[in-house]
């Protein structure tokens, strides 16, 4: 068994770096994120008895005294200022008006170190929807972060609605990321599928020029190439001057800050996603698959349909998808050369991990992000599956 | 030979750069005839055969078919089957809709497209592989698939470009029977492109032996082999033995020649040439005969056997004659014979052929 073992072991060696590289740097971001979308911790830990207690309330009135007594005692055993801070944050996130409730409540507990009717220092504490909102915030774990992903919320009775229309806009810009992405897909597909058929319709030193062409911009910083474009796409710059020497329009057409930019800029950067999976393809299909065609009465264009078309459509659907998903997760080219309607979902979730520092809601849209490109994946999986199996 | 040619290639060249793969080629083949090109690769024989099916565009000339030029009709337009050494199956369609293909083109009746197509896989004997794909059969099988769906749409002229070169040896033979056959069943023209000369000689009608772009010589198997014209065209088809000698004296016909060592011998030239010419005498090893004594030999000439190999249908042996080494291919039942054994070889005047080198 040992000697079995023995080159098993010194294998398995061989991969550990490996394995313990996406271990710290894949999975466990990737499970911190999931984390983060759903955990909610601030008022479980520090107003523990008062969690402890709110979880078994029916959530009907009058609002139970042990319930009262545990919150008293919650602020009184909570002498550090940040994490009172942070209670207060999150409960005036969920109900506005929290903030000063807390503030007058704080004030009257610290004036004496006996029993306090709550009710008499404000007689919002006689209302039951305050109690609520502890309660909804007292559980470790909270949805909030990712129905507010897809604009919903839940209302004062927990129930699931969708969010007025001005406080969220994150299906709208789900929405625009899907049309953008769809965007960039098809003018990949357009320009690279001929592309690659003429790629493999050529060889020598003509093919290594031309697979260079969609190989090089590969090799450049993403960052660069897109501020090339950002000073190509100017509206006195290479494109505009060219259109207004040729006479084609007078005054430039606005691309830099517009949708066509981004489009443009993006597919360009994506096309070697394209071209690669189906000129791959196209490479291990025999050469005279058109010529005889041709022989066999088919017109160019026919043949094109019949043979040439579906024979790549492997490599067009694994293009197709390895463009769609990097496209959604687009952050750099659509900051940079796109309007503040161009803005796609990453720069939502950036703004939220590096500017409002919310770590719950950029996880939640990460986790949104994640599961449409894994059914993206999943899909494909499945169609290319039943392919192989009628090929 | 009195019918008008059915295909005609006139001054016919293709140009690659600077390289001239055909040059300035004349060829005509007629109606229902087995035409081989032959030649080793670079020949230039595939470029002809692809500028007959319209894949390549002649640099100059024109080829004819039927009397019209052919030179500006797109290869969808031309009705010619071509049957590539690759096969060219498409791998997304079964056997049957492979078949189908060149009928769809043309718009056949779907009813009319399934009986043709089961006629002729009937014909190519692979019924009951409709439904498969092309990768679910083996190499011979594909082959006549390719085959099946070249002839199913009766094309003028069936372009064949080394079609057996993938398959090995038994399925060869196999094949190279099973293409004679509906050639001559079915009356097809066919044009053969292949580098192998038995394969040539078993299936020709004529065969046009290839070198350098242009034909050295065209005629019959027989023709090539027994009466080869050029240095190229004798080393080339089978084996022989090549002998410098110096024209001696005759009509192009029968005449005689004489060794470096001033033995005359009597041998047949497709040429008549000064006295003095230096030319080789190609000479087959079937047509060496052997005999313990000079009686009863032709052009006998005494000789040393340095081996004698055993190939099981015939005897294999290297002779030297006057310091030159000659192979022999002789019948099994002939008395055995050791390594250095001293006979006498002689052979049929009709048998040797005067080559200019």
């Given at each position: 068994m040992t000697a079995r073992l023995g080159p098993h072991l010194k294998a398995s060696a061989l991969v550990l770096p490996l394995v313990l590289f996406l271990a710290l740097f894949f999975v466990w971001p990737i499970i911190a994120m999931l984390k983060q979308s759903v955990s909610d911790p601030v008022v479980h830990n520090t107003l523990s008895q008062t969690s402890a207690i709110a979880a078994q309330?029916?959530?009907?009135?009058?609002?139970p005294a042990a319930l009262q007594d545990a919150l008293v005692a919650d602020i009184r055993a909570t002498t550090d200022r940040q994490e009172m801070g942070a209670v207060v944050r999150r409960l005036n996130s969920a109900k506005s008006g929290f903030r000063t409730l807390m503030r007058k409540t704080r004030r009257a507990i610290r004036k004496t170190d006996g029993p306090i009717n709550l009710g008499e220092v404000d007689?919002?504490?006689?209302?039951?929807a305050w109690w609520h909102t502890i309660a909804q915030a007292s559980?470790?774990?909270?949805?909030r972060y990712l129905l507010a992903a897809l604009d919903y919320g839940r209302d004062k009775h927990n129930q699931i609605v969708a969010l007025p229309?001005?406080?969220?806009a994150n299906r709208t810009i789900l929405a625009r990321t899907f049309v953008i992405s769809l965007s960039v897909m098809l003018s990949c597909l357009a320009i690279g599928l001929p592309f690659a058929m003429v790629i493999a319709s050529t060889s020598g030193w003509l093919r290594n020029v031309l697979l260079a062409a969609v190989l090089l911009p590969l090799w450049t910083s993403l960052l660069v190439r897109t501020t090339a474009w950002f000073i190509i796409l100017q509206n006195n710059g290479l494109i505009n001057s060219a259109l207004q020497a040729l006479g084609i329009t007078d005054q430039p057409i606005p691309?830099?800050?517009e949708r066509t930019g981004v489009i443009i800029a993006m597919t360009h950067v994506l096309l070697p996603f394209m071209v690669l999976p189906i000129y791959s393809v196209l490479l291990s299909m025999p050469g005279n698959l058109m010529q005889a065609a041709s022989s066999l009465g088919a017109h160019p264009i026919v043949a094109f349909l019949k043979v040439m078309l579906p024979l790549s459509a492997r490599g067009i659907a694994s293009g197709s998808l390895l463009v769609f998903m990097s496209s959604i997760g687009y952050y750099i080219t659509p900051a940079l050369i796109g309007g503040p309607s161009d803005q796609m979902i990453s720069s939502v979730i950036a703004f939220y991990a590096?500017?409002?520092?919310n770590w719950g809601m950029a996880g939640a849209l990460g986790l949104v992000l994640l599961s449409i490109t894994l059914l993206l994946y999943v899909v494909y999986g499945r169609l290319s599956a039943e392919k192989k199996g009628v090929a | 030979m009195t019918e008008q040619p059915y295909i005609e290639f006139r001054k016919v060249s293709k140009v690659f750069g600077s390289l001239t793969?055909?040059?300035?080629l004349d060829l005509t083949i007629n109606k229902g005839e087995f035409v081989s090109l032959l030649g080793?690769?670079?020949?230039g024989k595939t470029t002809l055969l692809m500028m007959l099916a319209g894949f390549e565009d002649p640099t100059a000339g024109d080829i004819l078919l039927g009397g019209s030029v052919?030179?500006?009709?797109p290869p969808y337009k031309r009705n010619m089957g071509v049957v590539f050494q690759n096969y060219?199956?498409?791998?997304?369609?079964s056997v049957a809709e492979n078949i189908a293909f060149p009928l769809k083109r043309r718009g056949v009746a779907k009813a009319e497209i399934a009986e043709r197509v089961n006629r002729v896989l009937e014909m190519v004997q692979?019924?009951?592989?409709?439904?498969?794909?092309?990768?679910?059969?083996s190499g011979g099988q594909q082959q006549r698939v390719a085959l099946a769906r070249t002839l199913v749409f009766e094309p003028n002229v069936v372009l064949m470009d080394?079609?057996?070169?993938?398959?090995?040896k038994n399925l060869r033979e196999q094949m190279q029977y099973d293409i004679r056959r509906l050639h001559r069943d079915l009356g097809l023209t066919i044009v053969f492109v292949t580098h192998d000369q038995s394969e040539a000689l078993t299936m020709s009608d004529r065969i046009a032996v290839f070198n350098h772009g242009k034909i050295e010589q065209i005629g019959t198997p027989q023709d090539i082999y027994?009466?080869?014209?050029t240095h190229f065209v004798a080393e080339f088809i089978g084996e022989t033995n090549l002998i410098p000698v110096k024209y001696r004296e005759g009509d192009h016909s029968r005449c005689s020649v004489t060794t470096k060592t001033g033995k005359d011998l009597e041998v047949t030239s497709p040429v008549t040439l000064f006295r003095g010419t230096e030319v080789l005498l190609s000479l087959r090893p079937e047509h060496i005969e052997l005999g313990d004594?000079?009686?009863?030999?032709?052009?006998a000439m005494p000789a040393r056997i340095s081996d004698v190999v055993y190939q099981g249908d015939h005897l294999r042996a290297d002779i030297e004659v006057d310091g030159t080494k000659l192979v022999a291919r002789l019948g099994r039942h002939l008395p055995p014979h050791d390594p250095g054994d001293e006979v006498f070889i002689g052979f049929r005047p009709q048998n040797a052929r005067v080559i200019l080198p």
């Open positions: 309330w029916n959530g009907k009135a009058p609002v007689k919002r504490w006689n209302e039951v559980s470790p774990y909270t949805d229309e001005d406080a969220s691309l830099i800050f590096t500017e409002s520092a | 793969v055909v040059d300035h080793p690769s670079g020949s052919l030179n500006r009709t060219a199956l498409f791998p997304h369609l692979l019924p009951d592989q409709s439904e498969k794909l092309p990768s679910q059969l080394e079609p057996l070169g993938a398959l090995d027994d009466r080869p014209n004594s000079a009686e009863g030999l032709e052009n």
